[in-house]
């Protein structure tokens, strides 16, 4: 399980904060976006 949370949460990333989202933005070249994406819709659907 460490190598996935190294995996998905060590990235370049930038927060930026507006007065209705927080806005996550992920480096281009980024190799697990995809995957990233795929977690964060998949933690919504929980809620």
């Not at 990235?11 to 976006?33: D, G, N, P, Q, T």
Request: proline share 0%.
């Amino acid at each position: 399980i460490d190598t996935i949370r190294l995996k998905l949460m060590k990235i370049a990333s930038r927060i930026v904060r507006s007065s209705r989202y927080i806005i996550f933005k992920l480096c281009s070249s980024y190799a697990y976006k995809n995957d990233f994406y795929e977690i964060v819709a998949n933690i919504h659907k929980l809620e």
